[in-house]
Every structure is written in C-alpha cells, then in structure tokens.
C-alpha cells in the first residue's frame, strides 16, 4: 500500500483489484475498481477504465482492447463479508458483501451446498 501510495495513488483512489481470468475462447476477463455509495450513478467513470487498462497493460506487456464491459453493483455490510440466511428449512439466500465475490463465490458456493447436503 505505500509504495503504491507513493508510484501510482490514484489507484487507491479507484479501489483498484487487478485480477485476471482467461475465459475457454483466449479472451482475458480483467477487473475491477470499486466505488462505494448507498446509491451508486447510472455512469461509470472512463477514468477507471483508462486505469485498469493501463495498469493490464503493464502487467501483460502490451495493449489491450476491450471487447465488453461489465458493470457489478453489490450489497456490502459493516457487519461481516458475508450475509448467509435459512429462511425456510433447506433453503438459504447466500450473498458476498464487501469487494471479495469474485475471488470467493465458488468456494463459497461449494461449502453452503456442503453444508446442506450434510
């Protein structure tokens, strides 16, 4: 955090998680930025998406193109990174609240399936 502070901080400025998947057809899934508001605008910030392309860029070594774009809005808590309710026997409504759903949603999933199938 501080060297990032120091070399680039408007990348803390975007809450910026640079992570990558390489979807089955070669293409690169590349994410995010994070932005927090209890009413998020309709308008993403092209500024972000000029950061994380820049920042892909470098860690790839070359440029990139984008092909789509995605745009996540998620419930987020004080209280605790996961909300998990049984509202009913055998049934649970299960979401990630803070910026940690893409790096955890399948192991996630696999332990609450477990978890009622026990």
């Known amino acids: 955090r501080e060297r990032i502070a120091r070399e680039s901080p408007e990348l803390l400025d975007v809450v910026m998680n640079l992570m990558s998947t390489q979807r089955p057809d070669g293409a690169l899934v590349l994410g995010d930025t994070h932005h927090y508001a209890r ?6 910030d092209e500024h972000d998406a000029e950061l994380l392309l820049r920042e892909g860029a470098r860690l790839f070594g070359r440029p990139l193109r984008v092909l789509w774009r995605w745009r996540g809005i998620y ?9 998990v309710a049984e509202p009913a026997p055998g049934l649970r409504v299960v979401s990630v609240t803070s910026g940690i759903g893409m790096t955890t949603a399948f192991g996630l999933a696999n332990t609450m399936v477990d978890d009622l199938l026990r």
Do not use: I, Q, V, Y
């Open 75 to 83: 419930a987020t808590s004080p209280r605790a990174e996961f909300l």
């Open 39 to 44: 009413t998020p605008p309709p308008f993403d």
